[in-house]
T-cell receptor
Framework: EPEVTQTPSHQVTQMGQEVILRCVPISNHLYFYWYRQILGQKVEFLVSFYNNEISEKSEIFDDQFSVERPDGSNFTLKIRSTKLEDSAMYFC????????????FGPGTRLTVT | AQSVSQHNHHVILSEAASLELGCNYSYGGTVNLFWYVQYPGQHLQLLLKYFSGDPLVKGIKGFEAEFIKSKFSFNLRKPSVQWSDTAEYFCAVNAYNQGGKLIFGQGTELSVKP
């Protein structure tokens, strides 16, 4: 069964450094998402991406965040200058369409900012 | 703003006990509703979803959920749990025709004792 994959599984970085989290969505999917879960809190929507542009973003997704689909397979989340509060599990998801269509989630990248 | 509330943070049951996990959402319009499950060490996967039609929906592994529009609820049920149902369960809502953003509840951790 096709899966969404994410790398790395765990990233440790120092405050102020840039990080890039990588995702490979399912190949025939058209919609891509990033969510995050701070330890002990809810899974929160960050951004959705379709047709090479952002469809929607949350208020969490400020100027320090960006997303890109640099080629036909990867989908990346960049955090330009990490803060302690960016420490969280980041999940990538993809779906064929939006709405009632299932989103397939990756295993997550645990980001630790020290 | 949309929000989702799950009533129980941690539920402990013995095998063969019946399960009901509560989920309420806050949104005035039409919604698509989902239950996702995360087994230990695995990624989020879809248990079941509701978008229209019969408000009683059946999912994988014997789970079902009932959408009660008047109560803004989408409770998850299983008549007889197994040890392998030990996992974290997430209720999520998507506003109909407003993109793919999922709003998650805080999750319920289910522990099933053998």
């Amino acid at each position: 069964e096709p899966e969404v994959t994410q790398t790395p599984s765990h990233q440790v970085t120092q405050m102020g450094q840039e990080v890039i989290l990588r995702c490979v969505p399912i190949s025939n999917h058209l919609y891509f998402y990033w969510y995050r879960q701070i330890l002990g809190q809810k899974v929160e929507f960050l951004v959705s991406f379709y047709n090479n542009e952002i469809s929607e973003k949350s208020e969490i997704f400020d100027d320090q965040f960006s997303v890109e689909r640099p080629d036909g397979s990867n989908f990346t989340l960049k955090i330009r200058s990490t803060k302690l509060e960016d420490s969280a599990m980041y999940f990538c998801a993809s779906s064929i369409r939006t709405g009632d269509y299932e989103q397939y989630f990756g295993p997550g990248t645990r980001l630790t900012v020290t | 703003a949309q929000s989702v509330s799950q009533h129980n943070h941690h539920v402990i049951l013995s095998e063969a006990a019946s399960l009901e996990l509560g989920c309420n959402y806050s949104y005035g319009g039409t919604v698509n509703l989902f239950w996702y499950v995360q087994y230990p060490g695995q990624h989020l996967q879809l248990l079941l979803k509701y978008f229209s039609g019969d408000p009683l929906v059946k999912g994988i592994k014997g789970f079902e959920a009932e959408f009660i529009k008047s109560k803004f609820s989408f409770n998850l049920r299983k008549p007889s749990v197994q040890w392998s149902d030990t996992a974290e369960y997430f209720c999520a809502v998507n506003a109909y025709n407003q993109g793919g953003k999922l709003i998650f509840g805080q999750g319920t951790e289910l522990s099933v004792k053998p």
